[in-house]
């Protein structure tokens, strides 16, 4: 059963940067991507990326500020964010689907890792 681990969050003020990374326990040759939720509501797609790092998708709300990449020797992908504002506070998940193809559903996922809090203070 492939597992994925999320690295610790953390607090940052507005306009500060912050990396997030997910490892899995084995090579995967699917369709990543980063989920994040605030309090009350719905899981929203942040971005994804194929198992190569390459075709980077993603969401308008992140675009130029986040970026994902994979470095599959260490089975690992990363979030990277900048220009934090207070909006981005979440719990932040990574996911992945077994097929690669680009996806933007939570429905369309088959793991899951276990969510890192992201608080952005203004």
């Known amino acids: 059963q492939l597992q994925l681990v999320q690295s610790a969050g953390g607090l940052v003020q507005a306009g500060g940067s912050l990396r997030v990374s997910c490892v899995a326990s084995?090579?995967?040759?699917?369709?990543w991507g980063w989920f994040r939720q605030a309090p009350g509501t719905e899981r929203r797609f942040v971005g994804g990326?194929?198992?190569?790092?390459?075709?980077?998708v993603y969401a308008d709300s992140v675009k130029g500020r986040f970026t994902i990449s994979r470095d599959n020797r260490k089975r690992t992908m990363y979030l990277d964010m900048s220009s934090l504002k207070p909006e981005d506070t979440a719990v932040y998940f990574c996911?992945?689907?077994?097929?690669?193809?680009?996806?933007?559903?939570?429905?369309?996922?088959?793991?899951w890792g276990q969510g890192t809090q992201v608080t952005v203070s203004s």
């Open positions: 996911a992945y689907r077994r097929d690669n193809v680009i996806t933007t559903t939570v429905e369309g996922y088959d793991y």
């Open positions: 084995e090579s995967t040759f699917g369709w």
């Open positions: 990326i194929n198992w190569l790092g390459k075709s980077d």
